[in-house]
């Protein structure tokens, strides 16, 4: 019998189940990873990986020049468990590809999009009704008797909505929106996407407009040098005093020293923010120290059941790659 030359995969943490069980059923393949829930160290990873045919990685590993140096020449499959890239040097991985049979490139698009969704309702729901505000006021005796103007916030009913990206997920926030009775929406990106925009009858705009008429704004691009800091001075100063920012994108899609000035300013009226530079937002960050400003820890994906539909993608990209099958979300370089 001949000897089976089994492919060495290296996973840069530990995976939902089904992913796990997936990789873990491959008999072609020797799966290493790092048995722990927290990120890989650089060096772990740049050891891990060195030799390794198939990667299946998170959106905490940058995979960089130097790391595919240290991967070195099998490499030959990327599986990122994120829908979002820009930990990936897409260039860079484009440039080793021409040079010899190519990296193949896996992500998880669509499986976490309604849960995004979600999750972005409820962060401009809790921004805007200033929930945590008034939860801390029924705790701490603030609370003394129902006032006319006491906690009130900003209503979705009437408004007008704009919409940073109106991908999938920029989509799937616009359809949540719709019953509440929105007004209009607006929507910008690099072209329009008519057919997408008529479901909503979004009209699409340049930036700067989409920041003077909206009363609600909504990130939902993906981070690429191009939306970079694209929420910055300029663009809160063109915003409503009264209007709300939402960002369930990237944190560096923000300019957050611009943002901060913004809300203390009254330039803006508040912030709810699922994404910050740097992650973890350090405990001593003036953003949190301002009550118009929601903040919290990347959750945009985080149910059980979408975490482990993501995994079990990743893992099933991961194989197929390596078996130079279809993959079943292939990224096209
Ligand atoms: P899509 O690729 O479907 O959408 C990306 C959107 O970004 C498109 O609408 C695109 O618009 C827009 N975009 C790209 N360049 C620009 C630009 N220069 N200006 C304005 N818009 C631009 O991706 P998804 O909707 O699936 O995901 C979007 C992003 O959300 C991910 O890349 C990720 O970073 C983030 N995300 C965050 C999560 C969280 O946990 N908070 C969870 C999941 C995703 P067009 O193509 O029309 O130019
Ligand atoms: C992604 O997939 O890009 C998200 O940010 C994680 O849920």
Redesign the pocket.
């Known amino acids: 019998m001949r000897p089976v030359r089994l492919m060495k995969v290296f996973v840069t943490r530990r995976i939902p189940p089904d992913g796990w069980a997936a990789l873990a059923r491959a008999a072609d393949c020797e799966v290493e990873h790092w048995d722990s829930d927290e990120p890989i160290p650089a060096k772990e990873l740049e050891r891990g990986v060195a030799g390794a045919h198939g990667l299946l990685c998170l959106l905490t590993d940058r995979v960089d020049k130097r790391l595919l140096d240290a991967a070195g020449s099998n490499l030959r499959v990327i599986s990122t468990m994120s829908?979002?890239l820009?930990h990936l040097a897409l260039e860079e991985i484009k440039k080793r590809s021409l040079l010899r049979s190519g990296i193949r490139v896996g992500y998880t698009?669509d499986v976490?999009?309604d849960t995004?969704a979600e999750l972005a309702m409820s962060l401009l729901l809790t921004t805007c009704r200033r929930l945590p505000e008034a939860m801390e006021e029924v705790k701490n005796g603030g609370w003394s008797a129902w006032k006319p103007l006491w906690m009130c916030g900003y209503g979705l009913t009437q408004s007008t909505v704009g919409i940073?990206?109106?991908?999938?997920?920029?989509q799937a926030i616009a359809r949540r929106l719709k019953p509440f009775g929105i007004q209009r929406f607006l929507y910008?990106?690099?072209?329009p996407?008519p057919q997408e925009a008529a479901e909503f009858q979004a009209e699409f705009v340049s930036t700067p407009r989409l920041a003077a008429e909206s009363d609600f704004i909504i990130v939902?691009?993906?981070?690429?040098p191009?939306?970079k800091g694209?929420c910055n001075k300029d663009f809160f100063q063109q915003m409503k005093s009264t209007a709300v920012f939402v960002n369930?994108?990237?944190g560096e899609v923000v300019n957050q020293d611009d943002l901060y000035e913004a809300l203390t300013s009254g330039q803006i009226a508040a912030a709810g923010l699922?994404?910050t530079t740097p992650e973890p937002l350090p405990t001593d960050h003036p953003l949190l120290t301002l009550k118009n400003c929601v903040i919290l820890p990347?959750?945009?994906?985080a149910t059980y059941g979408t975490r482990n539909t993501m995994s079990l993608l990743a893992a099933n990209n991961l194989l197929a790659g390596l078996r130079g099958e279809p993959m079943p979300r292939e990224l096209k370089l």
């Open positions: 829908v979002g820009d698009p976490l999009t995004t940073i990206g109106l991908g999938r997920i920029g910008t990106g690099r072209q996407r939902a691009c993906s981070l690429t191009a939306t694209l369930i994108s990237r699922d994404v990347h959750i945009g994906s």
